[in-house]
């Protein structure tokens, strides 16, 4: 019975089949590789032994004692999950300590955490605007800001070329007689590893009145003072109005945070969806991201080393005359497409280095990439066997 009943639901779902087809040929198709054991450099992926390069652990903070610690903590102190939303009797004491600390961080007013830095931008960008408000927004924005700013059917979303500070011009021209208009920037480009023109777009924002956001996940803890954030990297700490921030990368655990000033995390108390219809974040993490936070503080080598071991890493690649120019730690090495950068991944592999190909649509299609992240937890022969395989695949493939 139980299995005529399964067969019967597969069927209906067959025509889902010609869909998997057309992407396995389009080279499109992923599958997930499974991760054997913690989150660090040295792991193992199915079964065989690599050396991590593809994830966002940009401080080693996975597996730091400290946050280790902390989280057991949490466990033992407040136990294994909250059961229920923020609004009703989801917000421990120490949901709201997390959320000070973090607001002291920032520099700003108020932090509110969501569940992730995808929630994030999804409560901002769906509570802030009201009809006849405009966004603008930057081409190569994150895929949560995109499905944020379309979730907004009455609100347009402009988009200007990827930082083309002269098109955000004109599009604050062509839009004066909009009620508000909110311009949204990631602060580092997760694809790329360029960092967003901050200083233009501020003083643009404040010439032509517009309210700012910046979406730092992949400058949180990686760029500014102690990992504060681009923000504070451009020194225009109180400037910005909306910070959003994410717990799930160089922070080590999970979450996303929105900073600024008090009404906004007021509004999103009261408004935002994804806060007041979805369990808040178990005790566990809470503590972690506290302990990460004290980290950040305490342990400024772990940022030096991160910044240390990316120059290390670029320089060796340039060397051998791959075009490895970015401005973080995000090093995008671009083969095209996404039949030769999965070949490349694929090699990659089987010589030992973890570093997954990226392809449409989360980049253009031409634009297909292995995605290199170089983190403070990497050591200098790490990198060094790490340059010598791209060394080797690049010649092998005639990329180099
Ligand atoms: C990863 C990422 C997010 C999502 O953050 P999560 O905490 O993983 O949900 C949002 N914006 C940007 C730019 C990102 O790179």
């Not at 990686?222 to 994410?246: A, S, Y």
Request: proline share 3%.
């Amino acid at each position: 019975m139980v299995v005529e009943t399964s067969q019967r639901g597969s069927q209906r779902l067959h025509y889902l089949e010609d869909e998997i087809i057309r992407l396995q040929e389009a080279h499109l198709y992923q599958e997930l590789f499974v991760l054997e054991g913690k989150q660090q450099v040295d792991c193992v992926i199915e079964g065989k032994r690599v050396l991590n390069f593809s994830s966002n652990n940009y401080l080693g903070l996975t597996t730091h004692p400290a946050l280790i610690k902390a989280a057991h903590e949490g466990i033992d102190s407040h136990g294994v999950g909250t059961a229920s939303v923020r609004t009703i009797i989801g917000t421990m004491d120490i949901h709201e300590e997390l959320e000070r600390q973090l607001a002291e961080f920032k520099h700003t007013e108020s932090t509110l955490v969501l569940q992730s830095g995808f929630m994030a931008n999804t409560a901002v960008i769906t509570s802030i605007l009201e009809d006849g408000d405009v966004i603008i927004s930057d081409a190569l924005n994150h895929a949560s800001i995109i499905d944020a700013c379309r979730m907004m059917k009455q609100i347009p979303t402009k988009v200007f070329a990827h930082k083309d500070m002269n098109q955000l011009e004109d599009l604050l021209k062509a839009t004066q007689s909009a009620n508000r208009r909110l311009i949204v920037t990631d602060g580092v480009f997760s694809m790329d590893g360029d960092i967003a023109p901050l200083p233009e777009i501020v003083a643009l924002a404040e010439a032509y009145n517009a309210i700012v956001m910046v979406d730092d996940a992949h400058a949180s803890g990686v760029l500014g003072k102690n990992g504060r954030g681009t923000v504070n990297h451009f020194g225009l700490d109180g400037r910005v109005d909306v910070q959003v921030g994410t717990l799930s990368k160089a922070i080590g655990a999970m979450g996303g945070y929105v900073a600024g000033p008090e009404v906004l995390r007021k509004i999103l108390i009261n408004k935002a969806r994804p806060f007041l219809f979805s369990t808040s974040h178990p005790p566990s993490v809470v503590l972690t991201c506290m302990a990460a936070l004290k980290v950040l503080q305490n342990e400024p080598a772990l940022i030096e080393r991160l910044w240390e071991n990316t120059q290390y890493f670029k320089a060796g690649m340039q060397r051998i005359g791959y075009d490895a120019n970015s401005e973080t730690p995000i090093v995008p090495v671009i083969v095209g497409s996404s039949e030769k950068a999965k070949l490349l991944s694929q090699r990659l592999f089987e010589e030992g280095i973890y570093g997954r190909a990226i392809v449409f649509p989360t980049v253009a299609r031409d634009k297909a990439r292995i995605r290199i992240i170089v983190t403070a937890a990497h050591t200098k022969t790490h990198l060094d066997q790490a340059v010598a395989t791209f060394e080797k695949l690049g010649k092998e493939l005639a990329i180099i």
